[in-house]
């Protein structure tokens, strides 16, 4: 392993400040679960859960102002590889990725590994074909980026507007997704919850841009992964004397199989293009856990794993962040890091629905003439719905999807704070995801909309102050579009990814294995892919066509290459200053494009003055 | 800083690392799950092997994709003199 001398400009008490933040986090729970052996009330208990890591957040953010644009854009490209890894892996799903997943594991098995699988390609693909290129490029978003590689403003006003209906989608699925966990946790309306999120990002963000939005991201991502491992990590010791629950289940997935099959949960045939995901609320097991393509058809799974792996490496709100590596070699690394969290993420929840899917089974099993003390918390949370069968069948028995993560405190009979501590790393995680694709949103806006016209940024105080307001306004904007469509956030977030696929994709991977690529080529790629997929999104959702929306990408993709490629032949090739940047680009030596062209920049307008 | 007549070999040297890297990697995720069905009757640390393949193992071979990716490029760049200042 090297180390690139740039590594120097990272801050070497890091550890120290997060292992401070990771005490105060544990202090604060071992307090709170101090306070319920007591026997305070749940309501103080529930506030302060929420309250807490919320504050700390912000503190976070409060202690890193900045007044430079390459600190307020690019975090001053000094976030180590492990952090950025951290901070993508967490945010490529967000709050989705964490309950939804749990659920929908919980709810059809197998069938859910087409989500994680495209997860993990996702960041295989961005690491190998897109991400060292664009930190050798080095521009703060991806429309600027599209715009400079093909020296064309209309390129770059298109992606800026295609973006914003992704970003926009992804923003609602976590924002609702967070709203629902809080909500639940402290009693009070998701809609009052939705605008709690978007203060907080506000109070983060306009401090100091992605810099604080980074640092304080990261703690809210350490906090989203503790909560969400401690739970479960505790069920296995008690379970299997081994704190290893992602490797330790598989003796249990055994009797659960010969439970399932005493108790007959059907082993169905889905049609290959079949893709019923459960849905947000309340739904019942729907088929055996290990039994493939039950709900999802075998060719669904395989399209809906390439969508997801498209749409999440070339997500223009996650490829901004490898900017802000220190170098290259280190955004390289940086993947390698996201793929390790994710990997352990997605792990943990296919755990929690093992574990669940047991303590449910067993119980039904038992054949206990009333429902167990367990079974009916659940359902006075609203988290889990009882028929009056007695004995309970597992078919009487549903489970709300985004619940089932919270559930399983409850079913292992933990103390409630630990049940707290799980919706707060929901909260969490939905803090990390929206405040990724926002900020991502913001910086867009501001460098790409407002001063779109224009290759020359502002100057340095106004453009760090625009940056500010579009944070704002983006918060505003997001936050009002969660209160008025109330969708659900798994099916939110499968449409953003589609899009993303079919928009980005092929024209970013063109724009830089492909030379002979220009500006039209961009432009056409970019509004075929778009159009097709959202054309095809709206015509399932109108049932036109017998297909799910989320698999829009089996249409929009090859659209999009298609497009890019024939409108690429058909007109003048690149010029030769392009084909010069695109060299350029291929080698991760040298000096960042785009920090080289402000810098000359600058000495430009000093000789002029 | 690297020759101009570096770029070509270091250019075919990546894009055959990118092949090798991706082509075999999405191969196996596209028809591993295919046969899941036939390998879940064995099993392996208690779990049935086409579920433990599909999780934990697509997960194992993604970061081993990637860690070697990571190595095997960085040789490269330093071949031809490609890699970033040190």
Redesign the interface.
């Known amino acids: 392993m090297s180390v690139t001398s740039r590594t120097r400009f990272v801050n070497p008490r890091l550890g120290t400040y997060f292992g401070i933040f990771v005490s105060s986090l544990t202090g604060l729970v071992i307090l709170l679960l101090i306070f319920e052996e007591l026997g305070t009330a749940s309501g103080p208990l529930r506030w302060a859960m929420l309250l807490g890591p919320l504050a700390l957040y912000v503190a976070i953010g409060l202690c890193a102002p900045t007044q430079e644009p390459l600190e307020f854009f690019a975090a001053g490209r000094r976030v180590p590889a492990g952090y950025t890894g951290l901070g993508i892996g967490v945010a490529s799903m967000g709050a989705t990725g964490i309950a939804a997943l749990t659920g929908a594991f919980f709810l059809i098995g197998f069938d859910a590994l087409c989500l994680t699988i495209g997860g993990l390609a996702g960041f295989v693909v961005m690491s190998v074909m897109l991400a060292p290129f664009f930190r050798k490029f080095g521009t703060f978003t991806v429309p600027s980026y599209l715009g400079r590689r093909f020296e064309s403003k209309p390129v770059r006003l298109l992606s800026a507007a295609l973006l914003a209906v992704p970003a926009l989608l992804m923003i609602a699925a976590e924002l609702r997704m967070g709203a629902f966990a809080a909500g639940w946790l402290v009693g009070q309306p998701q809609s009052l919850m939705i605008i709690l999120l978007s203060v907080v990002f506000v109070a983060v963000g306009v401090v100091g841009g992605m810099r604080s939005l980074t640092w304080s991201g990261s703690a809210a991502a350490i906090a989203a992964v503790l909560a969400l491992l401690v739970p479960v990590t505790i069920v296995a010791v008690m379970v299997s004397n081994f704190p290893l629950p992602q490797l330790t289940n598989g003796p249990l997935l055994r009797a659960l199989m010969h439970l399932e099959g005493a108790q007959g949960v059907p082993i169905s045939d889905a049609t290959p293009l079949a893709f019923a995901l459960p849905g947000e609320g309340i739904s019942s097991i729907a088929k055996r856990f290990t039994a493939p393509f039950g709900a999802i058809g075998p060719t669904a799974f395989v399209v809906a794993m390439l969508t997801v792996m498209a749409g999440i490496a070339s997500s223009p709100w996650l490829i901004p962040r490898v900017t802000m590596t220190p170098g290259v070699y280190e955004t390289r690394k940086s993947l390698g890091w996201a793929t390790v969290y994710f990997a352990l993420i997605t792990l943990t929840a296919a755990a929690v629905a093992v574990y669940m899917r047991d303590y449910v089974m067993d119980m039904v099993r038992e054949q206990p003439a009333s429902l167990p003390d367990w079974v009916r918390q659940l359902v006075e949370f609203g988290l889990v719905s009882a028929d009056s069968a007695s004995p309970p069948t597992y078919t009487g028995l549903g489970f709300a999807r985004d619940g089932v993560l919270m559930a399983l405190p409850v079913a292992a009979e933990m103390p409630k704070v630990v049940l707290y501590l799980a919706a707060t790393g929901i909260v969490a995680a939905a803090v990390v995801g929206a405040s990724a694709a926002a900020s991502a949103l913001g910086n867009v806006a501001a460098e790409d909309g407002v001063n779109g016209l224009s290759w020359e940024p502002l100057a340095r105080k106004a453009r760090v102050h625009l940056g500010r307001l579009a944070i704002a306004g983006v918060a505003v904007v997001g936050g009002l579009f969660t209160l008025l469509a109330p969708t659900d956030p798994l099916r939110l977030m499968l449409w953003s990814l589609a899009l993303t696929a079919s928009t980005f994709f092929p024209v970013l991977v063109l724009s830089i294995w492909w030379k002979r690529m220009n500006a039209f080529g961009a432009i056409a790629g970019m509004s075929c892919g778009f159009g097709v997929a959202l054309l095809t999104i709206l015509a399932a959702e109108a049932g036109i066509v017998g297909l799910d929306g989320a698999l829009a990408g089996l249409f929009g993709m090859p659209a999009g290459a298609l497009g890019a490629t024939l409108a690429s032949v058909t007109t003048p090739g690149p010029s030769r200053s392009m084909l010069e940047l695109v060299r350029e680009i291929r080698i991760p030596g040298g000096e960042v494009i785009y920090d080289r062209e402000m810098r000359l920049l600058r000495l430009k307008n000093r000789e002029r003055a | 800083?690297?020759e101009r007549k570096e770029?070509k070999p270091?250019?075919r040297h990546?894009?055959w690392q990118?092949l090798a890297?991706?082509v075999p990697?999405?191969v196996l995720?596209?028809v591993l799950?295919?046969y899941?069905?036939s390998l879940?009757a064995k099993?392996?640390?208690?779990?049935?092997l086409?579920?433990?393949l599909?999780?934990?193992g697509?997960?194992?071979i993604?970061?081993f994709?990637?860690?070697s990716?990571?190595n095997r490029?960085?040789a490269i760049?330093r071949w031809h003199?490609?890699?970033?200042?040190?």
């Open positions: 800083m690297m770029r270091y250019w990546t894009k990118m890297s991706l990697f999405l995720i596209i799950p295919l899941a069905e879940n099993r392996f640390l208690g779990f049935p086409g579920y433990f599909g999780a934990h697509i997960a194992a993604a970061i994709t990637v860690v990716f990571v490029q960085d760049d003199g490609a890699h970033e200042d040190t």
